[in-house]
Nanobody, 127 residues
Framework: QVQLVESRGGLVQAGGSLRLSCTASGRTFSNYLMGWFRQAPGKEREFVAAVSRGGGRSIYADSVQGRFTISRDNAKNTVYLQMDSLKPEDTAVYYC????????????????????WGQGTQVTVSS
């Protein structure tokens, strides 16, 4: 089992920045690809970003490419999501997730690729 705890989100004005963190416990953190997803009101949960085990590779949804940066610190068992140039449409509950440990040759961008989930944290961007 892997337990994931996200940092508190918050309210930020459009154009502002916010950094989320997610700390893992229970298993060897570096064994897992890590991802961030989000769910806006009335919408399905969607992929945001993911990072490889060592942190050297990452992928992003088109909607956040160039504005968000995912990173990880394996010594601290923590994955981060730096969100810059925030827009009102970024308002959502953000979830971190740890991959199915059997996945080794690609970074998943869909929910079935992830086995463990955090509880979610609200991010609200005001216009």
């Amino acid at each position: 089992q892997v337990q994931l705890v996200e940092s508190r989100g918050g309210l930020v004005q459009a154009g502002g920045s916010l950094r989320l963190s997610c700390t893992a416990s229970g298993r060897t953190f570096s064994n897992y690809l890590m991802g961030w997803f989000r769910q806006a009101p009335g919408k399905e949960r969607e992929f945001v970003a993911a990072v490889s085990r060592g942190g050297g590779r990452s992928i992003y949804a088109d909607s956040v490419q160039g504005r968000f940066t995912i990173s990880r610190d394996n010594a601290k068992n923590t994955v981060y999501l730096q969100m810059d140039s925030l827009k009102p449409e970024d308002t959502a509950v953000y979830y971190c997730a740890a991959s199915n440990p059997a996945i080794s040759n690609y970074i998943p961008s869909t929910e079935p690729g992830y086995r463990y989930w955090g509880q979610g944290t609200q991010v609200t961007v005001s216009s």
